[in-house]
């Protein structure tokens, strides 16, 4: 299995961001996928759930009104947009695939590190 994260991104304030993740080595539609990020000398922090099978959302509500999940059965690829950004949403940005099982599996991206800075 291989969750494969697109590139870094600087971006401005007040603009946004879309991020890449795109799964391989098993049946894409079979697990949620979480988005995950982590901000310099900060712990991860939870942003919410899609279910790829029909593309059900879940968003944590400190992200509900700025964050989009989608996922595209075609190419098994998730994605993470966020808009409105601000200099606290410098982080590295974590996909991971998961199944509760049993046994629970998970597979986490490689990161992708979004800077914003003007």
């Known amino acids: 299995v291989q969750m494969v994260q697109s590139g870094a991104e600087l971006r401005n304030p007040g603009a946004s961001v879309k991020v890449s993740c795109k799964a391989s080595g098993y049946m894409f539609t079979s697990y949620d996928i979480d988005w995950v990020r982590q901000a310099p000398g900060q712990g991860h922090e939870w942003m919410g759930r899609i279910d790829p099978e029909d593309g059900g959302t879940k968003y944590a509500q400190k992200f509900q009104d700025r964050v989009t999940f989608t996922a595209d059965t075609s190419t098994s690829t998730a994605y993470v947009e966020l808009t409105s950004l601000r200099s606290d949403d410098t982080a590295v940005y974590y996909c991971?695939?998961?199944?509760?099982?049993?046994?629970?599996?998970?597979?986490w991206g490689q990161g992708t590190q979004v800077t914003v800075s003007s």
């Open positions: 991971d695939a998961w199944t509760a099982g049993p046994p629970f599996r998970n597979y």
